[in-house]
C-alpha cells in the first residue's frame, strides 16, 4: 500500500488530494486559492468534514507547507515519511511527452522549453513541483501531461492547413487537452461495455473549458481543442472554434491589440459572452426557463457546436458504440444531455431514457435499452490516473 499526492498547481491556486494507493481510497483533498494575494484560502476535507481558513499565503512554497502541516495536524498521516509519491497534473507535454514521466530536472527542464505553448500552466505546474521536491526531498515525483492521451492522432488530423514550416519551427499543430480525463471515463466506458476486442467511443467532457473527444479502440483519434484550449466547441467564457479573421476585423473595428482580443475569446465570450448573464450553465438554464432570449440562444449554439462535433466524430470514427457525458455540466445538467442527445436521435438512433438520465455525479447507463448508441454519465477522475501513473512510474505496490 502506497500514499500518492495527486497535485495540480495553478498560478494562483494549488489543489491536491493525497490517496490510499491502491484502494484509490481518498485521506484528504482540498484547494488552496488566491496564493500570493491578500486573504488567501485554505481548505481541506478530510472524511466529509471541511476546514477553511483565510490568511495571507505569499508563494507556492508555503501553500505546499500548509497543506503537509495540515496532514499531521488533522492525523491524516501520523509523519511526512508515509507519502510515497507525488504526481503532478502538467497542462503541456508538446510531442515530446506521450505518456506520464518521473518529473526529474531534465524533465522539468524540457517544460519549461515547452512553456510557449502553455505560457499560464507548465510554469505554475513546475513551481508546484520544485516547492513539493523542497518539502519532500526523498519521494519521487511523475508528471502527468493533459496533452500525452492526444498523441496517438495523426498527422491529417493534427497538422493545420497553414504554412507546413509554422508546425516544424514553432511547433504549431492539434495537442488536444482534457486528456487524462478523456482516457480515464473512455477506459471506464470500454470496461463498462463489455472489454469488446474493438470499441467506437465519443468522450464529452462538459466543465467550464469544455473539450470532446473520438476514441477508436481506447486511442484518441480527434480531439476538439487545438493548439490550445481555446477551440473547439462552446465553452463557460471561451468561445471555441470561429473565424479567425475576427481578430483581425475587431482590432480594425475596437482599436484593441491582438492580445486583448484572445484575452475576450478567452474569458469573456463562450456561455457568458453570448447570454450576457452567467458563465455557469445553472445561470444560463435559470435563464432559458425564464425565457431570457439571450439565454435561449447560448444554450442553442452550445448544444448545435457539440452536436455538430459529435457528428463529425461519427464519420471519423466509422460508427458509433457509446456517448460519455463527463465534468462539471456533463455530469450535472440533466437538461444539458437530454438536449444533445434529442438532437443525435434523428441521425444516429440515439435515445435517453428520463428515468435514467435523472441522475446526477453518479457512473450510470442513461440511454434507453432500444437505443442505437449507449449513452453513460461517468465522473471524471484525473486524480486516480494521477496517482496509478505515479505508482507505475515510481515502481510502488
Ligand atoms: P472546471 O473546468 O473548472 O474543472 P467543472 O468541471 O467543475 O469545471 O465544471 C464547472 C461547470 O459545470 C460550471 O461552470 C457549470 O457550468 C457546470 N455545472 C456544475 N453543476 C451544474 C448543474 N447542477 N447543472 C448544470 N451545470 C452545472
Redesign the pocket.
Known amino acids: 500500500m502506497s500514499k500518492i499526492m495527486a497535485v495540480n498547481a495553478g498560478s494562483s491556486s494549488l489543489k491536491y488530494q493525497l490517496l490510499d494507493m491502491p484502494s484509490a481510497n481518498v485521506l484528504c483533498s482540498g484547494v488552496i486559492e488566491r496564493i500570493g494575494l491578500e486573504d488567501s484560502i485554505f481548505n481541506i476535507e478530510i472524511n466529509g468534514e471541511k476546514h477553511k481558513d483565510i490568511l495571507d499565503i505569499e508563494n507556492h512554497e508555503k501553500a505546499v507547507n500548509l497543506v503537509l502541516e495540515a496532514l499531521t495536524k488533522y492525523n491524516v498521516v501520523k509523519s511526512l515519511d508515509e507519502i510515497d509519491g507525488v504526481g503532478h497534473r502538467c497542462v503541456h507535454g508538446g510531442e515530446k511527452f506521450a505518456s506520464s514521466v518521473v518529473l526529474d530536472d531534465e524533465v522539468s527542464k524540457t517544460m519549461e522549453e515547452l512553456s510557449d505553448l502553455a505560457p499560464l500552466h507548465n510554469p505554475a505546474n513546475l513551481i508546484g513541483y520544485h516547492a513539493f521536491k523542497k518539502a519532500l526531498a526523498n519521494v519521487g515525483h511523475v508528471a502527468v501531461f493533459d496533452t500525452a492521451f492526444h498523441q496517438t492522432m495523426e498527422a491529417d488530423t493534427f497538422v493545420y492547413p497553414i504554412p507546413y514550416e509554422f508546425y516544424k519551427e514553432y511547433g504549431v499543430r492539434k495537442y488536444g487537452f482534457h486528456g487524462t480525463s478523456h482516457l480515464y471515463v473512455s477506459e471506464r466506458c470500454i470496461d463498462l461495455l463489455g472489454n469488446p476486442s474493438s470499441s467506437k467511443i465519443i468522450t464529452c467532457h ?4 469544455a473539450s470532446l473527444a473520438a476514441i477508436k479502440n481506447g486511442k484518441s483519434i480527434n480531439t476538439s481543442m487545438g493548439l490550445t484550449p481555446l477551440a473547439g466547441v462552446m465553452m ?1 467564457t471561451r468561445s471555441g472554434d470561429i473565424d479567425p479573421a475576427i481578430i483581425t476585423f475587431l482590432m480594425d473595428k475596437t482599436g484593441k491589440t491582438a492580445y486583448e482580443i484572445t484575452d475576450i475569446l478567452n474569458k469573456e465570450s463562450g ?1 457568458l459572452g453570448v447570454s450576457g448573464i452567467s ?4 445561470d444560463i ?1 435559470d435563464g432559458y426557463n425564464a425565457g431570457d432570449e439571450r439565454a435561449k440562444l447560448t444554450v442553442e449554439i452550445y448544444i448545435n457546436r457539440i452536436v455538430d462535433t459529435i457528428g463529425s466524430y461519427f464519420v471519423k470514427l466509422g460508427g458509433l458504440d457509446a456517448i460519455v457525458f463527463t ?3 456533463g ?3 440533466i437538461s ?1 444531455r437530454e438536449m444533445i442527445c434529442e438532437k443525435l436521435t434523428d441521425a444516429l438512433g440515439v435515445k435517453l431514457d428520463k428515468e435514467r438520465n435523472n441522475v ?1 455525479g453518479k457512473e450510470t447507463l442513461i440511454s434507453a435499452d432500444d437505443s442505437k448508441v449507449k449513452v453513460y454519465l461517468i465522473p471524471t477522475n484525473e486524480e486516480l490516473v494521477i496517482a496509478q501513473d505515479t505508482m507505475k512510474l515510481l515502481n510502488l505496490k
Not at 458563465?279 to 445553472?282: C, I, V, Y
Open positions: 462538459l466543465g467550464n473549458g463557460g456561455m458563465s455557469d450553465a445553472r438554464e465534468a462539471g455540466l455530469e450535472n445538467s444539458f446526477r
